[in-house]
């Protein structure tokens, strides 16, 4: 039986090669589309999951009353904390310190070039499955002035033969110091909300920033890797505690825990609780994907439809030498899976030619292994869904003519004007509008963002980060410019970045990131 289905599916292809291209390219599109969707939409679900136990780590964020009865949260917190935690609570496996992303400048054959990275607690790599390359995990940031490089690091500095190379090594940075390699881990992928190109110890963090180790100051990251079974509103009530019992006068404050997995998605926080953020757009992702692979599915429908007269007669004298209803929306089904399977191969390469805009649109770029188990159960599950969607209304439909009347010329000439086919394209017109409405509003949106009058001029305007001995010379550096410019300058500084110098005082420097 199926070998009688592909071949009269063939044949019927081969007759109208016309009506087939624009049938496998209308779904094609469609589900190009729709893939690209729901493959940035998988990048976003797949954030920070790789790590392994990654349901069971944790970030802490503090809570304090505001103005208007409500509570800013911060993601930020003291960098004493995380030992304490250690030492006081059962229920964490492991509490470590992460700092925000800082740049560093190194020397190679006496030229700088600046690499971000993270000063870190010594268990880092024991809880983010970052996978070692070389070096041994024991002892890797156990004192300050060791260095763990990235592989793409490595490479730089030591070059593409740096295996066996790079550890024991020294690397020079600026302000006249330097750092032995003790390791080398393997690139963050871009699935991770950690980035970094190197890794440095909390010790030498804290010997060029003291300020930071007083509980006055919220200026680092605190992760928590909870033990099984753990409550985690409990283990919050006992944070706070802990924390009131070294910092005082801090009791109106409360401590969430925040599931690391899910801060990508949920960035946006209220009171403490995740209420949005990227998963907004994964929303928004999925509806648009599902009404496009819609609207090509209504447009295969409706060419399958308009074609009854000419396939009307087909179907009557099948019935006539027996075939039976079933029969024939076999027939239809497996042409209309044929055609999506077709169709699907054409969104491939669509999708390999639409990957480039995609990413220049989206800021996002898709590694796509199109072997690989998930990605292939996903392309799979879409051309099925796509030829089950487009063929089931013609198939049922086309079966249902009765062979009296397809004889006397009735039941095609009656299906002409069916008020479902006209409701399809309806709805399918409908579904158009809508997507070019929305498109529309957000093109308009971003670019009254992008031409919004600012109340500043923003050309001629240059940012240079003051960092290493050039931070402590920053007069001298704005009278040369001044002095020697051919226009006008005027030079500002600010110390309201992160990487920036604080003040060393208790209590200030408190950093609200949400």
Same mark, same amino acid.
């Given at each position: 039986m199926f070998r009688h289905y592909l071949t009269i599916t063939i044949r019927n292809l081969r007759r109208d090669l016309g009506y087939s291209l624009i049938n496998i390219l209308g779904l094609g599109m469609g589900i190009a589309v729709s893939l690209l969707l729901f493959f940035w939409v998988r990048h976003e679900l797949s954030f920070d999951r790789f790590h392994t136990d990654a349901g069971r780590i944790y970030q802490i964020a503090f809570n304090f009353p505001a103005d208007n009865g409500q509570y800013d949260t911060w993601t930020s917190a003291p960098a004493p904390f995380a030992e304490k935690i250690g030492e006081e609570i059962p229920e964490a496996e492991a509490a470590l310190f992460v700092s925000f992303p800082r740049q560093l400048a190194f020397q190679k054959d006496q030229t700088p070039y600046q690499e971000k990275g993270l000063y870190v607690d010594k268990s880092f790599l024991d809880v983010f499955a970052f996978p070692l390359l070389e070096g041994r995990k024991e002892g890797l940031l156990h004192q300050p002035g060791f260095i763990v490089l990235s592989e793409k690091l490595a490479e730089k500095h030591f070059g593409a033969g740096w295996r066996g190379q790079a550890i024991g090594k020294t690397l020079e940075a600026a302000e006249d110091e330097s750092y032995t390699v003790s390791g080398v881990v393997a690139n963050p992928p871009p699935n +991770?909300?950690?980035?970094?190109? &190197?890794l440095l110890s909390k010790e030498d963090y804290l010997s060029k920033n003291p300020w930071d180790s007083q509980w006055g100051n919220f200026s680092s990251r605190l992760y928590l890797k909870v033990k099984n079974g753990t409550d985690i509103p409990g283990l919050e009530?006992?944070?706070i505690g802990l924390f009131r019992k070294y910092k005082g006068n801090e009791e109106r404050a409360t401590i969430s825990?925040? +599931? &690391?997995?899910?801060?990508?998605?949920?960035?946006?926080?209220?009171?403490?609780?995740?209420? $949005? $953020?990227?998963?907004?757009?994964?929303?928004?992702?999925? $509806?648009?994907?599902?009404?496009?692979?819609?609207?090509?599915?209504?447009?295969?429908?409706n060419l399958a439809t308009a074609r009854a007269t000419r396939r009307s007669r087909e179907i009557g004298v099948r019935k006539v030498v027996g075939? +039976?209803?079933?029969q024939l929306a076999g027939q239809f089904m497996s042409e209309a899976l044929a055609i999506a399977l077709i169709a699907t191969g054409a969104g491939i390469a669509l999708v390999e030619l639409l990957k480039e805009p995609f990413r220049q649109i989206t800021g996002t770029e898709l590694s796509i292994h199109y072997l690989e188990p998930g990605t292939l159960s996903l392309i799979l599950a879409t051309g099925l869904v796509a030829g089950l969607l487009s063929g089931s209304y013609p198939a049922f439909l086309l079966s249902s003519f009765r062979a009296v009347n397809i004889f006397r010329?009735?039941?095609?000439g009656q299906f002409s004007g069916a008020s479902l086919r006209k409701g399809l394209v309806v709805l399918q017109f409908l579904l158009s509008a809508c997507l070019i409405v929305c498109a529309l509003g957000v093109q308009r949106q971003v670019k009254f963002i992008m031409n919004k009058n600012l109340g500043l001029n923003r050309?001629?305007?240059?940012?240079?980060?003051m960092e290493g001995p050039l931070y402590d010379k920053y007069p001298s550096l704005k009278?040369?410019? +001044?002095?020697?410019?051919?226009?006008?300058?005027?030079?500002?500084q600010s110390n309201a970045i992160y990487g920036q110098r604080r003040d060393p005082r208790p209590g200030v420097g408190r950093q609200g990131a949400g």
């Open positions: +991770s909300t950690l980035q970094f190109d &190197f009530d006992k944070l825990l925040l +599931s &690391f997995p899910g801060r990508h998605l949920y960035s946006k926080l209220e009171n403490g609780k995740p209420v $949005g $953020g990227r998963i907004t757009y994964v929303r928004l992702f999925i $509806g648009a994907a599902a009404f496009l692979l819609l609207i090509a599915c209504i447009n295969f429908m075939a +039976s209803r079933g010329g009735k039941e095609a050309e001629n305007v240059v940012r240079v980060p009278d040369e410019i +001044s002095l020697t410019g051919r226009q006008a300058v005027r030079c500002f």
